[in-house]
Each structure stands twice: as structure tokens, then as C-alpha cells.
């Protein structure tokens, strides 16, 4: 299964979930709008809020309560204002969304699954419900079709969160020992995001898997020198130095993991010389 790294999970949590948390209480109007508010024709004027259906109006006041539980680690009430928000409006493919990311945190994969098929059919072509998706068929060892629900949401030219999918889809290609693909979708996040922490550790994890030390060196001394650096990141940077025989680069990153993280299981691995644990 495809893991996120020790202190960047939260990271890793917004940017894999798209209209999830803090971006779906940004966006909830959007969504709402997107959904099931009426389009406006030449005639029609301005859009304003009472032109949103009461049952949709309910629901989104509901999916907002919802999301705000989620963001602060309130599980079991944010489903329950899930459950509310989709009583008023069944056809609400935003609470369908947040239920699915809900049902995936608490490893629910087929409620999970459930939830996300049901937003899919409501709304097929959003990039964002398709990206959520194929995050959870990536988390069930689902590869293949993770990767054409990443696929088609990469394929839409509207599409803005492009870093986030690209990095979901390299993860899922590494965990499908698919690496020549997996380093392809990692570069192309990093172009988009090179500080994402997550993008800038397993692209030089995968590269000094595949003996591409020096490049490997680059990507991983960059995240080492920014604020994003944990005991995962400096265990790596001294398994790359090591690998490169640069012992005076690898001392210093051990003084840092034992300076900083004195009571991690790296620097546990270290001192036992453990690098190929």
C-alpha cells in the first residue's frame, strides 16, 4: 500500500483530497454552484443566492458544518452532518465527496468506494471527484484503475490542481513497480510543486532506488535544507551521501538526526548501520 511520509501526512492529506477539507469549505459555494444552482442564460441576469434551491441551500450549510468537523479531526460528527447534508438533498455530489474522504480516513474502503461512485455518477466529469477516487482504488492496490481515473482527470484542460494528481499518480506507479512512469509523474509535480515535501522525498527515494545517485542528491539536499526536513528526509540524505562515498556530508546530516530527532527509529537504524533496512 502507498504510504505518505511520517510528518508530511498532513501534507500529503490536502493535497491527495481534493474538495475536501480546507479547500471545500473555500470552495463549497463553487461546488454548490457547479452542481445545483441554475446557470444563468443571456436574459436571466446575475445569479444570487436566492436562486439556490431551498433542499440544496440546507444541504450546503450542512456539507460546510461537515467539512469543519472533518478539518479538525471530528470524524464521527462531520459523517453525521454528512448524512444531514444528503437527507435534504440526495443529489448533492459534494456531500458524496466529503463522505468518501471520510469513509477513507476511517479505512472504510467500501463505504468509501460506495461514496465516491455515487458522487461520480452525479457529476463524471470533475476532475476532483476523479482524482479522490483514484486515490482510494490507489490505497486498495487498485493500480490500473487508479491510474485512468488519474488519467482522466489530468485530461482536462480546466483542471488546477494538476501537481496534486501527478503526484497521487507517481506514488501509485512506484506502488505498482512502475518506476521509469513513477519518476516521469513525480518530475512533472515537481516542476508544478518542488516545494511539496512529498513530491521531493519519494523523487529522490525513487532515484536512488534506481542508482541515479547524483540526481537523487539534488532532490533530497534541497528538502534537507528547507523548514519541511524530518528524520525520514535525513535518513534518506545519508543513505544518497553514503551511497556517493561523501562521508563528511553524511556525518553532518547524522549530527542533525541525532541533534533533532534523538528518539526516532532512523537514527535507531543508523547507529545499528542499518541502510538497507
Given at each position: 500500500m502507498v504510504r505518505l511520509v511520517g510528518r508530511w501526512q498532513q501534507w500529503g492529506r490536502w493535497t491527495l483530497t481534493a474538495c475536501g477539507v480546507v479547500a471545500c469549505v473555500a470552495a463549497l459555494q463553487g461546488c454548490a454552484t457547479n452542481s445545483g444552482m441554475p446557470t444563468a442564460d443571456a436574459n436571466a441576469g446575475m445569479i444570487t443566492p436566492s436562486d439556490e434551491p431551498e433542499t440544496r441551500r440546507r444541504a450546503r450549510i450542512r456539507l460546510e458544518l461537515a467539512s469543519n468537523y472533518f478539518e479538525n479531526g471530528q470524524t464521527a460528527v462531520a459523517l453525521d452532518e454528512v448524512k444531514q447534508a444528503l437527507a435534504a438533498d440526495p443529489t448533492y455530489a459534494d456531500a458524496f465527496n466529503l463522505r468518501g474522504l471520510i469513509y477513507m480516513r476511517l479505512s472504510d474502503f467500501a463505504q468509501a468506494d460506495d461514496s465516491f461512485r455515487r458522487a461520480l455518477a452525479l457529476r463524471g466529469g470533475d476532475p476532483n471527484l476523479l482524482h479522490n477516487y483514484g486515490w482510494l482504488l490507489c490505497q486498495q492496490q487498485k493500480y490500473a484503475e487508479a491510474n485512468q481515473h488519474f488519467g482522466r482527470a489530468l485530461a482536462?484542460?480546466?483542471?488546477?490542481?494538476?501537481?496534486?494528481?501527478?503526484?497521487?499518480?507517481?506514488?501509485?506507479?512506484?506502488?505498482?513497480?512502475?518506476?521509469?512512469?513513477?519518476?516521469?509523474?513525480?518530475?512533472?509535480?515537481?516542476?508544478?510543486?518542488?516545494?511539496?515535501?512529498?513530491?521531493?522525498?519519494?523523487?529522490a527515494a525513487l532515484l536512488l532506488r534506481r542508482n541515479e545517485l547524483t540526481r537523487s542528491q539534488f532532490y533530497i539536499r534541497r528538502?534537507?535544507?528547507?523548514?519541511?526536513?524530518?528524520?525520514?528526509?535525513?535518513?534518506?540524505?545519508?543513505?544518497?551521501?553514503?551511497?556517493?562515498?561523501?562521508s563528511v556530508a553524511m556525518k553532518q546530516l547524522a549530527d542533525q538526526l541525532r541533534k533533532?530527532?534523538?528518539?526516532?527509529?532512523?537514527?535507531?537504524?543508523?547507529?545499528?548501520?542499518?541502510?538497507?533496512?
Open positions: 482536462n484542460p480546466a483542471y488546477t490542481a494538476r501537481s496534486k494528481t501527478l503526484m497521487a499518480q507517481g506514488l501509485c506507479q512506484s506502488g505498482a513497480g512502475q518506476f521509469a512512469e513513477a519518476e516521469q509523474s513525480l518530475l512533472k509535480a515537481y516542476e508544478l510543486d518542488a516545494a511539496n515535501p512529498v513530491v521531493g522525498y519519494h523523487l528538502l534537507n535544507n528547507s523548514q519541511y526536513a524530518n528524520s525520514e528526509s535525513l535518513w534518506l540524505g545519508i543513505k544518497v551521501e553514503r551511497a556517493l562515498g561523501d533533532r530527532f534523538p528518539d526516532s527509529r532512523e537514527l535507531g537504524a543508523y547507529e545499528r548501520g542499518a541502510f538497507n533496512e
